[in-house]
T-cell receptor
């Protein structure tokens, strides 16, 4: 079955810096790769996603890149703000069915 | 708010008791998913419904766990004879069948077994 690895587990940056979180997946059949942000005591919230027919997608300060050959995908957050502090999860799925999540990255943005 | 609703938000139970959680998906979302999240980990898939049909169950879903979606709308997840290892956040998500769009998660039910 699918396995998703995520790095780093924690990431501390200064406000205004960029943050990059990386994930790898094992199942080449996976074709949908969402990123979720989870704040304390809340459910995961989708922030951006990418499908396997696209190499890059951007939405304001966040972007995701996908390398299907290497089975890597990454989340890029630019101009980080303290409110970006949260746990971020990558996930992979085939056919928009069950999601297999990474282990999460705790992002801390210091003012 | 028309998002995914879960009830209760928190549940504390004694070991050996049965518990039941409810999930109300976004209106007209055909697909409904249950996930379990333990501290410091990502959510793990438990089971998935398309309308009232339960299409897939994870090996994590032991025979003490049962999920239903009798009318294709809300769903319940029951855990019988709870164990301390069942302590976790139980998350529900829903998505529309058409258009292959993303899954929207509820706030979760945090279960503590003492």
């Amino acid at each position: 079955g699918e396995n998703v690895e995520q790095h780093p587990s924690t990431l501390s940056v200064q406000e205004g810096d960029s943050a990059v979180i990386k994930c790898t997946y094992s199942d080449s059949a996976s074709n949908y790769f969402p990123w979720y942000k989870q704040e304390l005591g809340k459910g995961p919230q989708l922030i951006i996603d990418i499908r396997s027919n696209v190499g890059e997608k951007k939405d304001q300060r966040i972007a995701v890149t996908l390398n299907k050959t290497a089975k890597h995908f990454s989340l890029h957050i630019t101009e980080t703000q303290p409110e970006d502090s949260a746990v971020y999860f990558c996930a992979a799925s085939w056919g928009f069915q069950k999601l297999v999540f990474g282990t999460g990255t705790r992002l801390l943005v210091s003012p | 708010d028309t998002g995914v609703s879960q009830d209760p938000r928190h549940k504390i139970t004694k070991r050996g008791q049965n518990v039941t959680f409810r999930c109300d998906p976004i209106s007209e979302h055909n697909r409904l998913y249950w996930y379990r999240q333990t501290l410091g980990q990502g959510p793990e898939f438990l089971t998935y419904f398309q309308n009232e049909a339960q299409l897939e169950k994870s090996r994590l879903l032991s025979d003490r766990f049962s999920a239903e979606r009798p009318k294709g709308s809300f769903s319940t997840l029951e855990i019988q004879r709870t164990e301390q290892g069942d302590s976790a956040m139980y998350l529900c998500a829903s998505s529309p069948q058409t258009g292959n769009t993303e899954a929207f998660f509820g706030q979760g039910t945090r279960l503590t077994v003492v």
